[in-house]
T-cell receptor, first 113, second 112 residues
């Protein structure tokens, strides 16, 4: 298996632009998580899905952030409009049903200038 | 609510010396506990996990951790550090099917 695949690996955008991060979970995994990593706050859970349904989005920082999972093999995290304080590494992770650990993608490093 | 505290944001050891990274957790139910490692510009990779059963858990690359309920701890150890162990280490907790909650991480430096 190729593991969790995230794209792009790096994104540089100007303040105010829309940013879309993409994630393909491991086939057969039914839970998907979006985390954000910063020096100040560490790894924060933004949102997670179970069987494509959003279960908890309380970690989404503002209405500028939205996430979707239209099917079992694809999820997006969108920021509109982006701000410099959104600069961080965004990780997607997936987990199979009945399992405990999550499997992480390589992350997307977002820089908003 | 679950939480994790990792004592020491940066630990430095000499090559061949004992590695000890500290993790304390808070959980309202019996926890599942994890250690992950992150190399520069990489994602997180599972080192080891505790779910139930034996409290001393062995992982990859010679690491092990011991679950101590009375101390609410899950410290990570390795008898002899290698240069290749230099990385960021994260302790995490979950309560069954809940998402993993991570500590702030400890950066391990290994000095030749």
């Amino acid at each position: 298996d190729a593991g969790v695949i995230q794209s792009p690996r790096h994104e540089v955008t100007e303040m105010g632009q829309e940013v879309t991060l993409r994630c393909k979970p491991i086939s057969g995994h039914n839970s998907l998580f979006w985390y954000r990593q910063t020096m100040m706050r560490g790894l924060e859970l933004l949102i997670y899905f179970n069987n494509n349904v959003p279960i908890d989005d309380s970690g989404m920082p503002e209405d500028r952030f939205s996430a979707k999972m239209p099917n079992a093999s694809f999820s997006t995290l969108k920021i509109q409009p982006s701000e410099p304080r959104d600069s961080a590494v965004y990780f997607c992770a997936s987990r199979p049903n009945g399992n405990t650990e999550a499997f992480f993608g390589q992350g997307t490093r977002l820089t908003v200038v | 609510a679950q939480s994790v505290t990792q004592l020491g944001s940066h630990v430095s050891v000499s090559e061949g010396a004992l590695v000890l990274l500290r993790c304390n957790y808070s959980s309202s139910v019996p926890p599942y506990l994890f250690w992950y490692v992150q190399y520069p510009n990489q994602g997180l990779q599972l080192l080891l996990k505790y779910t139930t059963g034996a409290t001393l858990v062995k992982g990859i690359n010679g690491f092990e951790a011991e679950f101590k309920k009375s101390e609410t701890s899950f410290h990570l150890t390795k008898p002899s550090a290698h240069m290749s162990d230099a990385a960021e280490y994260f302790c995490a907790v979950s309560e069954g099917n809940t998402p993993l909650v991570f500590g702030k991480g400890t950066r391990l430096s290994v000095i030749a």
